[in-house]
């Protein structure tokens, strides 16, 4: 198992960038390269969506349509920590940022593929 804490959440206005942090707890840096890693956002009355994938080497990436190219999804083995820089910051943006676990990485972008979650941390886009 992996325990993950999300960090970085805040409140910030449109066109304004913030970097989320998902840090593995007790946990070995071979343990957290075992994983693939996600971002998941809850908007108020909306599902959980989908955000972003990377890989476990980091090399491969993935994100939801209307966030590619103003997010960056990123890692750091050595600190056994993830990473979603956010840019150009829109209101639809604002959620609950989940930071999710799966040993697999594949097409299914489901939270029901992913195995370990984090507590969340809430944005909040003001325009």
């Known amino acids: 198992q992996v325990q993950l804490v999300e960090s970085g959440g805040g409140l910030v206005q449109a066109g304004g960038s913030l970097r989320l942090s998902c840090a593995a707890s007790a946990a070995s840096e071979r343990t957290f390269v075992s994983y693939a890693m996600g971002w998941f956002r809850q908007a108020p009355g909306k599902e959980r969506e989908f955000v972003a994938i990377?890989?476990?080497?980091?090399?491969?990436?993935d994100y939801l349509d209307s966030v590619n190219g103003r997010f960056t999804i990123s890692r750091d083995n050595a600190k056994n920590t993830l990473y979603l820089q956010m840019a150009s910051l829109k209101a639809d943006d604002t959620g609950v940022y989940y930071c999710a676990a799966t040993y697999t990485y594949s097409p299914d972008r489901t939270p029901r593929r992913f195995d370990y979650w984090g507590q969340g941390t809430q944005v909040t886009v003001s325009s």
């Open positions: 990377i890989s476990r080497s980091g090399g491969s990436t």
